[in-house]
């Protein structure tokens, strides 16, 4: 069979999109970039928002008019919804969170532990989803108990992935070509926590380090509270990208309470400093919502405010969606929609302001980038766009074709939302 993969979202889910492609592969089926020629399409859902769950259905729509075979659908969406996901024209099936590690074998009426005993290899994905840098699932799943999140409910409790399972899909990887390897996980700061013997972050990215070649190693998003000194100090080691993406939220005290954030505004500035502290050029990202139920404009000056203050180096501001069965969707004041958006917008200008201040610090400085996309130019040679290990996007022109490598770049310019470069010895 030809095979279609997508999804919407996490990383999260690209990771185990990642690992349904090294399946069907292994079970001797081809991957495909047109739905028009696939005969099964799987598309991996979201609901964090409103609109990830609008973009699912969309998504689900758009394959079944391409002409897509079958739709097996998947993913946090179908999980809440099967019954909506099932009535989708196109759908055959709709997995369930709690079955979706046995997705392929599944569907394939293979034994749910026929891949145990074959050798896989890491399919790129092709098409939209192909990856240079390979998504590793650590963790799934989640014990917080923010007032806004619909994931917990849709991915139910935190579950980590053993070390040796870890290591073995890190190799896979590595023996694909990998230049570099993100951990990635709901709650990615509480692995090791579940264990019978419990382990924590940093004994992991250790042992990665310890027990692998890996060149590059990242952690995804990691929640303020678990970030401990022992994982910081690794922030420090060459392999380990300069870079921690630590959701805030709000930078307003009384905001984060109804939220439920087991964290204070004094708290996480004292932890970007004990960072920084540490590792100068590190990049500190984040996530900041807007609009949250009973949120005034005292709390969103004082929340935008915090927020510029932190000097970080990026982010991503979202809009309050409320999710039914999560507390804050039950809660009074209401943020009108037009004053969310309002807001919105210049919490997005400041946290614009913060990257190009952080930026512009690396005009002259050499670092080594990935290069993720490569596109042949018109009148000859490449254009190149890539990463730096402190998360830089770098855009460089060069007379080869240098894609899924790393090379040194003298940053020359920090331009609207990244970085020019010029490739050196």
């Not at 999260?12 to 495909?32: D, K, M, P, R, V």
């Not at 969606?321 to 209401?334: L, W």
Request: charge should be positive; hydrophobic fraction near 40%.
């Amino acid at each position: 069979m030809k095979i279609y993969l997508d999804m919407v979202g996490c990383r999260l889910n690209q990771s185990e999109i990642e690992t349904y492609a090294q399946h069907f592969q292994a079970a001797g089926h081809t991957l495909t970039a047109d739905p028009a020629e696939a005969d099964l399409a799987v598309v991996n859902t979201c609901t964090v928002t409103v609109a990830a769950a609008a973009d699912s259905r969309k998504m689900i729509r758009r394959l079944a008019r391409k002409g897509a075979g079958q739709i097996v659908v998947t993913g946090c969406w179908a999980a809440l919804e099967p019954q909506k996901a099932a009535q989708l024209s196109g759908v055959s099936k709709v997995i369930p969170n709690t079955e979706k590690a046995t997705l392929v074998p599944d569907i394939l009426g293979l034994e749910r532990n026929f891949f145990d005993s074959v050798s896989l290899e890491r399919a790129l994905i092709p098409g939209p989803r192909t990856r240079t840098r390979a998504v590793i699932k650590a963790q799934d799943g989640c014990d917080n108990r923010c007032t806004f999140c619909i994931t917990t409910i849709a991915r139910g409790k935190g579950r980590s992935v053993p070390v040796g399972e870890i290591l073995r899909d890190i190799r896979i990887a590595l023996r694909g070509g990998a230049q570099e390897v993100v951990l990635t996980g709901v709650h990615l700061g509480s692995w090791g926590q579940d264990f019978d013997i419990p382990m924590a972050l940093h004994d992991l990215v250790e042992t990665i380090l310890v027990q692998t070649d890996v060149l590059r190693l990242r952690l995804s998003s990691i929640e303020p509270w678990d970030v401990e000194d022992p994982l910081i100090k690794l922030l420090t080691f060459p392999r380990v990208a300069r870079h921690l993406h630590l959701p805030l939220q709000s930078g307003c005290a009384a905001t984060l309470r109804r939220m439920a954030r087991k964290i204070t505004p004094p708290d996480y500035a004292a932890l970007l400093d004990r960072v920084r502290a540490a590792v100068p050029d590190v990049a500190i990202t984040t996530d900041v919502m807007v609009g949250f139920p009973g949120e005034t404009e005292e709390n969103f000056a004082k929340s935008l405010a915090f927020i510029r203050e932190m000097n970080f180096a990026g982010g991503h501001t979202f809009t309050y969606s409320a999710r039914p069965g999560t507390v804050a969707a039950e809660m009074p004041d209401q943020v009108p929609h037009p004053l969310r958006k309002e807001r919105n917008a210049k919490m997005r200008q400041t946290l614009a302001a913060s990257s190009a201040k952080y930026r512009q610090r690396f005009v002259g400085c050499k670092l080594d980038t990935l290069w993720e996309n490569a596109t042949n130019l018109d009148g000859g040679g490449w254009e190149l766009r890539g990463l730096t290990d402190n998360y830089l996007h770098v855009r460089a022109e060069s007379s080869q074709n240098l894609w899924n490598q790393i090379t040194p770049v003298q940053l020359t310019a920090a331009t609207g939302r990244g970085m020019e470069g010029k490739i050196v010895n």
